[in-house]
């Protein structure tokens, strides 16, 4: 498979249309020339009749997908369908984490090779996505946990994955703030995955639109896809508020909202949708420098460039379509700050939302072609699929190329479900809020 360029390909219309390239530079001939110079990151073209390739979705993985389809398949007659405006979907919604310290070898590849685009994503986009790896530490707070992951940690090294096991002193060294000894659930220590970190998610939205525009893609926004043409064996196209739009193949990179959206195509998707929260204080002085995970419930938190501690847990746990979320989860994931870092408690909370999680019964995602001819999914991220969005889009480009599953992602297909080959992360069995 050829490699991703270092720059993007200039193409003439990105020239007319778009930015042109950032650099040091262009910024410092901006700022003496009043800024006149900058235009819009991406083009705004209108739905063409047809194209070889429709996306539904201008999430991260629906744009990551059109970019390496463009870039590493030479394959630009693409459209990226957005009912929305881009990066108004999970891509924008989510808490930031990157990290690759997975249990089972299929997804530690996975998750690793997607950590190691991150590391050169800025170079390969030439947009700043402000990609931090700050660490990411996972503390464990009794025997058995440290049990579990110690043996995380030893297969992730099996696979040359950076893993390292860290004493009460180091976690408290990392972490100032935190309470060891806290009543409820005292730290016995933790695993510290230096590779990961934060990457600002928002930027990876505006990164890959504007790298797939600046590529050839049309990505089209306001254009919600509102039925799947296909006829006895193979997809048509899509029906769209802007009209119809024909293609060879439909990938659909919907995330939350994958099983409606193949419900309209008569395919029946292993997935429920749930709702996940974020929530973000008041911005302070640097107080955290990892990526910092409790154990005892399931609560995460890093701090913003801008300071403010941006925090999630778990699902909220019942099925909705709605991106808000409730109460009882609030005050959870307080009580978790507040017992780990006593002084979070005189932060006040600025912000909250969610977003819908499409949740497949074992926990990991589909990267797979379905029943219907041409109709490709992208989907079933769970909560975890910001990290995997450079990886996510360059094996769906590759079955949308060549037809074949990347080696990387052969563990997503559907069909696992029909022949018993699951890859249960978590050791949760088929429940989907419990993954
Ligand atoms: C609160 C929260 C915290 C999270 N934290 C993390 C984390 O720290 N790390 C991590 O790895 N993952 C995390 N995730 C998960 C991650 O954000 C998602 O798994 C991932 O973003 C999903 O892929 P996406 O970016 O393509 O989805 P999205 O951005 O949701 O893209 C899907 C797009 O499809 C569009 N769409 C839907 N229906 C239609 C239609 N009919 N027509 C046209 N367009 C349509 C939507 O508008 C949306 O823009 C979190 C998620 C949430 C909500």
Redesign the pocket.
């Known amino acids: 498979m050829p490699a991703a360029p270092d720059t993007i390909p200039t193409h003439s219309r990105s020239e007319r249309e778009s930015s042109g390239g950032y650099s040091g530079w262009r910024l410092l001939r901006e700022a003496i020339t009043g800024h006149r110079g900058w235009s819009r990151a991406w083009a705004k073209p209108a739905p063409r009749p047809r194209y070889r390739v429709v996306i ?7 744009l990551a997908t059109a970019f390496y389809l463009a870039t590493q398949y030479g394959i630009t007659d693409v459209a990226v ?4 405006p ?13 990290r690759s310290n997975y249990f089972h070898p299929q997804n530690i590849r996975f998750y690793e090779f997607s950590l190691q685009q991150w590391e050169k994503l800025e170079q390969t986009l030439n947009f700043n996505a402000m990609v931090s790896q700050r660490g990411t530490l996972n503390l464990f707070h009794t025997e058995a946990q440290r049990d579990l992951f110690t043996r995380r940690a030893n297969q992730m090294r099996l696979l040359g994955v950076d893993a390292e096991a860290v004493s009460r002193e180091r976690v408290k060294a990392l972490v100032p703030l935190i309470d060891l000894d806290n009543g409820r659930y005292p730290v016995l220590g933790g695993f510290l995955q230096p590779r990961g970190g934060t990457v600002r ?1 928002d930027a990876v ?1 505006w990164g890959y639109a504007r790298a797939a525009s600046a590529a050839g893609v049309d990505v089209i926004e306001q ?4 039925g799947i043409v296909r006829d006895a064996k193979r997809v048509k196209g899509v029906e ?1 508020t802007r009209g119809f739009v024909g293609a060879d193949i439909v990938c659909l ?5 994958s099983s ?2 193949a419900a309209m195509a008569g395919v029946t998707l292993p997935i429920e949708t749930h709702v ?3 929530f973000v204080t008041e911005a302070v002085k640097p107080v955290l420098d990892v990526v910092l995970t409790y154990g005892p419930s399931h609560f ?1 938190v890093s701090q913003s460039d801008k300071g403010g501690l941006v925090y ?1 847990g778990g699902l909220d746990g019942y099925n909705t379509y709605g991106q808000r979320g409730t109460l009882p989860m609030a005050e959870e994931l307080a009580a978790s700050a507040v017992t780990l870092m006593p002084g979070l408690a005189r932060l006040r909370v600025l912000r909250q ?6 949740m497949t019964m074992d926990g990991s995602p589909l990267i797979t072609r379905t029943p219907v001819d041409g109709l490709i999914l ?1 989907g079933g ?9 450079p990886a ?1 889009g360059i094996t769906t480009a590759h079955l949308i190329a060549t037809g074949a599953p990347h080696p990387l992602a052969a563990h997503m297909g559907l069909e696992r479900f029909a022949s018993g080959h699951t890859v249960d992360e978590r050791g949760a069995g088929p429940y989907p809020y419990a993954h």
């Not at 254009?223 to 509102?226: D, F, G, L, M, S």
């Not at 991220?381 to 969005?389: D, H, N, V």
Request: glycine share 26%; hydrophobic share 35%; with cysteine.
């Open positions: 539904v979705g201008g999430g991260g993985h629906g369908l957005e009912r929305g881009i990066g108004l979907g999970n891509v924008g919604r989510n808490t930031t984490f990157v998610h939205a254009c919600e896809i509102t769209t990179a919907v995330a939350g909202h409606r959206l996940l929260q974020a995460y999630g939302w969610g977003g819908v999680m499409d992208n991220w769970c909560y975890g699929g910001f990290k995997a969005i996510g």
